[in-house]
């Protein structure tokens, strides 16, 4: 098998710049964990550089075609190619609780799904790092009080440290995406316990930002909260005005107040 054909329904775009695979590779530090998971690694741009570094390298791939051509051209990877779904796999049936950082060239088509899923196994994953489409590496980084900052800002900085390394351009890829890409690098934080209800900072989070042009006090009626706590001059505000510090003390005045 000499090549894959990129297939658009799994949202498809090979990285052909052998520089920026390496320069991908390289923003992962190493340390306090063994083994790194790839998500679509297609034909292996990026895992051959993975290869080379001190660490087990495993790959996670849905498309079958690309299974067969990794197998075939990458011996290394023997035993550890799994032929499975991210999103509805549980990596544990590899990781067994062990701590393992995840890196790739995301589907643009389910990249944020990507994130929420690895937000689910943030107690296993001390470092993340990838190739978004452009808009999306930079909303997972972004800071308050911008268009751009919403729940995945929020929420994934609740636990780690995001920052936006770098710009990739289209025509580096076959084929060639309709819009530039971003890569970034995800560092847990040292303490990224919440000190108030997860579930609940997640609804609060989520829920302030489904309706982000109204104030907190009538973004958050749903939650019932009581008439003496909706006076507080926090709900004066918009949830883009509230930085990840204010969103968990938010929580915590809720929970306080009953919810």
Known sequence: MEKVTAKKHLGQHFLKDESI????????????????????????????????????????EIDTESVTYLDQNYPKLKDRIISKDFLKYNVNDVFEGKQFAIIGNFPYNISTQIVFRTLEYRDQ??????????????????????????????L?????D????????????????????????????????????????????????????KTLRNSLKTLNLSDSLREDEIFNLRPEQLNVEQFIALTQKIEADGV
């Open 21 to 60: 695979a390496k320069d991908i590779a390289d923003t992962l530090n190493l340390e306090g964990y063994d083994d790194v998971l790839e998500i679509g690694p297609g034909m292996g741009v990026l895992t051959k550089y993975l290869l080379d570094k001190p660490v087990n390298t495993y790959v996670i």
């Open 125 to 154: 994953i001390p470092e993340f790092a990838g190739m978004f489409q452009k808009e999306v590496a930079q909303r997972i980084c972004e800071k308050k009080g911008t268009k751009a900052y919403g729940i995945l800002s929020v």
């Open 156 to 160: 994934v900085q609740a636990f780690y």
């Open 162 to 213: 995001a920052e936006y390394l770098f710009t990739v351009d289209e025509n580096v890829f076959i084929p060639p995406p309709k819009v530039k890409s971003g890569v970034l690098r995800l560092r847990r934080k040292k303490d990224y316990s919440l000190p108030c209800g997860e579930k609940l900072f997640f609804t609060v989070v989520k829920t302030a930002f489904q309706q982000r042009r």
